[in-house]
């Protein structure tokens, strides 16, 4: 069958495109092989309506919602290959071996965490190892809180996340902040500690214990960092789309209606922006969504 729209990833970006063009009687398809980047996090916060649900349960209600539209269908599959036929339409081929052909296409197929290689760190991840204070910073407040060096973007982290408690920017050897970045962290009440960080336990409350190198120890209720980005799926690049260096990684360059640099191609999640959050994908894959459908009315 051939679709009006293939959307390829089913969370937040990819679901609220393929809802916009469903509600416009078009046949949309859904790809989505059922790994969400939030998959590791208990809550979601700071999503209108929906704050401290579980971001599965929410993405279970969105599913249910768009397939009672007659024209949608997902289908449970890796997107492993995307080609641009002679005709000017896209064909999407499965890790199964199912082919699909499609008159336009949206990529919402999000990004992959680099983490630091700390001992424990991976283990806590999205739960006391966190990376957005907009998002979990609210539950974690009040208290001393860690910030593990990425990178310089780390500098801006420690000072965005002192609004949230007392912080400790862990360089990791990672960092070592000149004279004025030091007077710009102490204005904010920030420590910052060179040592490296040798591992993350928990202590038995909630928190963690930070090791470091020689013997130091300190708790913090969570730690915050910043892990680099990498994409979680060749299509993109397969199709030959544009890209340009976000904060910590690579993003999918689009326009003002988030069609990528190939016709007929739209981006939209954490795929396709630097900041990255569950209400800036529902934003931007709505959009392209909206911008995919018009394209096959005004072409």
């Known amino acids: 069958m051939q679709y009006d729209l293939a959307v390829v990833g089913g969370s937040f970006a990819g679901l609220s495109a393929a809802i916009q063009a469903a509600r416009a009687r078009r046949n949309v398809l859904v790809i989505d092989a059922g790994q969400p980047r939030n998959r590791f996090s208990a809550h979601s916060h700071g999503f209108l309506g929906q704050d401290g649900r579980t971001p599965g349960a929410i993405l279970d209600d969105a599913r249910r919602q768009l397939l ?24 999407i081929t499965t890790d199964g071996g199912e082919t699909f052909g499609a008159a336009r296409l949206v990529l919402a197929t999000g990004v992959r965490d680099i983490l630091p290689e700390v001992p424990g760190l991976a283990e806590q991840w999205g739960k006391t190892v966190l990376h957005c204070p907009y998002c979990h910073g609210y539950e974690v407040s009040g208290g001393p809180l860690g910030v593990l060096a990425t990178g310089p973007m780390s500098l ?11 912080v400790t920017l862990f360089g990791n050897g990672q960092i070592e902040p000149d004279a004025g ?11 910052f500690e060179s040592a490296i960080v040798s591992e993350l336990r928990e202590d038995g409350s909630g928190g963690l214990i930070v090791h470091l190198e020689g013997g130091g120890k300190t708790a913090v209720k969570a730690m ?9 799926s060749p299509l993109a690049a397969q199709l030959g789309c544009g890209f340009a260096e976000g904060l ?3 993003v999918i360059s689009v326009d003002d209606r988030q ?31 909206v911008c995919a459908h018009q394209s096959l009315v005004f072409s």
């Open 156 to 166: 801006h982290q420690a000072r965005l996340i002192a609004d949230w408690g007392d």
């Open 181 to 191: 970045q030091m007077l710009a962290l102490e204005s904010r009440t920030i420590t």
């Open 248 to 250: 910590l990684g690579p």
């Open 68 to 91: 009672a539209y007659p024209t949608a269908r997902l289908v449970n599959a890796r997107a492993d290959r995307a080609v641009a036929n002679s005709s000017s339409d896209f064909e």
């Open 224 to 232: 915050f960092t910043a892990p680099r980005n990498t994409m979680a």
């Open 259 to 289: 069609q990528t640099t190939i016709p007929g191609v739209y981006a939209a999640g954490d795929a396709a922006r630097a900041m990255h959050n569950i209400a800036f994908a529902v934003s931007g894959g709505t959009f392209a969504g």
